[in-house]
């Protein structure tokens, strides 16, 4: 009797165990199953991530070349280009004037150089514009109204002979006059006073090289710098 008791308790005990174990192995399938389900949707979730990223790159990639093109369009044309343009046309409004030896163009660094011969404006030794004068004078602030918005600078230079009168004691103080009577009827003729400057060179920048007649002549007279 007492080995069918003992028998008995072994199965049981044995049947528990398996029951037990069962529950123990069902468990751990399930923990396997939620911890693959994490992983593929954080998989997903990276992969959209790096899609939506990529996608954002792209954009604005599009939008710089969109913005660089806009850009580019729209600049204004280089200022080299436009400066020998305004030169040009200014050179070839007064062409006229140039034509009857009345004055002369040349290029500067900085502009464009028009010179007025000094016999043309003033008597020797004086600053008071000559009414021959008003005519040419007239035309070049013409031209210098409608085709120029650059400053002006009016230079006056004379030859290389002394002076010294009760009115000029030197070339400084002739040619800085001359200067600013030229300043001043181009200001009487609408010119904007903010534009101008009136200076003296005296003797110091002489257009030709040399002490004879031709080249005192040549070396009297008033430039006007139109700069750029």
């Given amino acids: 009797m007492q080995t ?10 044995a049947d528990d165990h398996a029951e037990h174990g069962g529950e123990g192995t069902e468990g751990g399938r399930w923990l396997i199953s939620y911890a693959d ?3 593929t949707m954080m998989v997903l979730f990276l ?6 990223l990529a996608k954002s790159n792209q954009l604005e990639l599009r ?6 093109k806009t850009a580019q369009q729209s600049a204004p044309a280089p200022a080299g280009g436009t400066q020998l343009d305004a030169r040009k046309q200014l050179t070839a409004l007064l062409d006229a004037l140039r034509a009857k030896g009345l004055i ?3 290029d500067v660094p900085h502009g464009v150089e028009i010179a007025v011969n000094a016999k043309i404006l003033f008597n020797a030794g004086d600053a008071r514009l000559l009414p021959d004068s008003f005519e040419v004078l007239n035309q ?7 085709d120029s918005t650059g400053n002006l600078l009016v230079e ?11 009115k000029y004691a030197s070339n400084w103080e002739l040619s800085s006059a001359r200067a600013g009577a030229v300043v001043r009827y181009l200001v009487e003729r609408g010119i904007e006073p903010h534009r101008l400057a009136a200076i003296g060179r005296a003797d110091n920048f002489p257009l030709v090289a040399g002490d004879d007649a031709a080249a005192r002549a040549a070396n009297r007279r008033v430039a006007i710098v139109v700069q750029y």
């Fill in 4 to 13: 069918t008791s003992g028998s008995k308790r072994l199965a049981s005990g």
């Fill in 37 to 39: 389900l994490i992983t």
């Fill in 47 to 52: 992969a959209l991530y790096v899609l939506q």
């Fill in 63 to 68: 939008y710089q070349t969109l913005e660089t």
């Fill in 104 to 106: 002369t163009v040349t």
């Fill in 140 to 146: 070049i602030a013409q031209v210098l109204q409608k």
């Fill in 156 to 166: 006056g230079h004379t030859d290389s002979v002394p002076i010294s009168t009760a």
